[in-house]
């Protein structure tokens, strides 16, 4: 895959000087060059800037409506769930990150530290999270005293920073991101289960009904699962045109490793101590990146008009003696008429440029519906809405606008999420053989296989596919298995098979 690295970022700076004069499209298409693609979409549709350290990003407002709505379902669906918000702090001793030595070891690499107040020293360095178990559970430990604690279940929204090595990609692999992370405790594991579940059967609405993109729910391997857990489940998505699978968000049930390490116990109900089982679970802002891959196209972002900052943008287009008057105040009335009826709607009012570097524009933003209105339209009492999916143009009645609107809009982002499954299915390649494996593996496909679900055999298959381009690994074991006729095979090490699983090159 091409990458955006320092040099090609600064190329595509100097490109956009001078894109940004003439008001044409993309210089990178997607189909050809995705890497170039991507950067440039996600600066020139406005959605983050560069800035001078490399892997951190600017969210600019095009961004954060998008985190926000996603935010607001999230937060509500949770609340229901009777999880309360929390904010713990960013900074965490050494002594309490190292609490949990056999976890952090992995990642120690990646956290960063603050050394220094001004020019002196500090006496003890003080790490930044990277995720805030440390921080959090010496005071589960201690607010946990009984049964009737539990189950104890907190949120926090925030930044945690992990200093990355490999080529930082904005969205997807960034060194600082916003994210939510869930941290609970119940009395038994039944209960811990059942909320694993319940927060991916969320994250999959995130993606599908928010960002219309095609999620596979499923466990990780042994080997992918985050180590200082019990198990782990995830949301898994997948990008056609780079062939990678993408992790969208994970949740895990901790066991009681956690509770053993932080000593976070409780008296049961018959009096007697026991451990607390806990789960964690988060998303980041890297959903939005993979709608941004998923989506977008040579004209720029599209956005799936649930999560778009303008779900309608309203251009006039005056001819030569036209009255700008009339038309300015169609088009004032239909951004107020669609406000009222709850659209996010404006208007393009400007006047140094042209309907046509209008349109542009806005594709290149990614707005789900654009509407014009011309002198024509105002004589027949009507409107013209053109799609950013398809393209398509329908002139519609002023007097059912409204609904036309919603119909349309709906009916874009099924559009979206059916184009974008279409896509991934035509990528699934159900592989019985080694042979078969290696092929589907070098022609980019989201491959499914019986497995024999044995550590040693992926570690075997990790090295064995080592490349530039990265080696294969597990996705996810789907809960919705496909029948397994008995006598199946593992692809890899011929042993009976156990499961059907996923299997590709990932982000
Ligand atoms: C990087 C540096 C230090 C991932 C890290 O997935 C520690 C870590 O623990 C680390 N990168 N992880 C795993 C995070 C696990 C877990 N945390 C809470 C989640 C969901 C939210």
Redesign the pocket.
Known sequence: MATANASTSSKNARKKEVKKETGLGLAYKKNESFGEWYSEVVVNGEMIEYYDISGCYILRPWTMVIWETMQAFFDAEIKKMNVKNAYFPLFVTENVLQKEKN??EG??P??AWVTKSGQSDLEVPIAIR????TVMYPYFSKWIRGHRDLPLKLNQWCNVV?WEFSHPTPFIRSREFL?Q???TAFATKEEADKEVLEILELYRRIYEEYLAIPVVKGKKSELEK?A??LY?TSVEAFIPNTGRGIQGA?S?CLGQNFAKMFEIDFENEKGEKAKVWQN???YSTRTIGVMVMVHGDDKGLVLPPKVAAVQVIVIPVPYKDADMQTIFEACSSTVQTLRVAGFRAEHDLRDNYSPGWKYSNWEMKGVPLRIEIGPKDIANKQVRIVRRDNGAKTDIPISCMVEQVQDVLSSIHENLFNAAKEKRDACIKVVHTWEEFMTALNDKKLILTPWCDEEEVEKNVKTRTKGELGSAKTLCTPFDQPSLPEGTLCFASGKPAKKWTYWGRSY
Not at 130 to 133: A, L, N
């Open positions: 976890h952090i990642f120690a990646e956290v990277p995720t805030s178990e992990r994210w992370e869930g941290h985050f200082g857990g782990t994970t895990h964690s679970w988060a």
